[in-house]
């Protein structure tokens, strides 16, 4: 589950922006492998209040951001919409990842 907590403020030259103010993700070692090296969206933290987000399908977003950093509302959402499909593309894994474990399971003894 990927949790963002913002603050919404109108900045001084008239923008909506937001601050994030927390957020939570997974650490990319508690990710598999096929999520990370796949070619769809991959959203993780790196357990140092930043939220890294690599790979997407959304153009014109920073890979990486902060705690505390200002983010306006049209950035912020598309943030959002490659959070989504991040978490999509994790769900799909997991699954297909489920089902191996599912059908590849038991011992074998092979006598030659």
């Not at 923008?15 to 999520?35: D, H, M, Q």
């Not at 690599?54 to 902060?66: A, Y």
């Not at 505390?68 to 950035?75: M, Q, R, T, W």
């Not at 978490?87 to 059908?103: D, I, P, W, Y």
């Amino acid at each position: 589950m990927i949790k963002i907590e913002t603050e919404k403020i109108v900045e001084g030259n008239g923008n909506l922006s937001r601050i994030l103010v927390n957020f939570t993700a997974l650490k990319k070692n508690a990710l598999p492998e096929k999520y990370l090296n796949g070619k769809k969206a991959v959203v993780y933290t790196d357990g140092s209040c930043r939220l890294i987000c690599v790979k997407g399908t959304v153009k014109n977003l920073d890979p990486m951001f902060n705690t505390g950093e200002v983010i306006k509302e049209d950035h912020f959402q598309r943030l959002l919409a490659h959070c989504q499909v991040a978490g999509e593309h994790l769900k799909e894994v997991n699954q297909e990842l489920a089902e191996k474990r599912a059908t590849w399971n038991g011992k074998e003894t092979f006598c030659i």
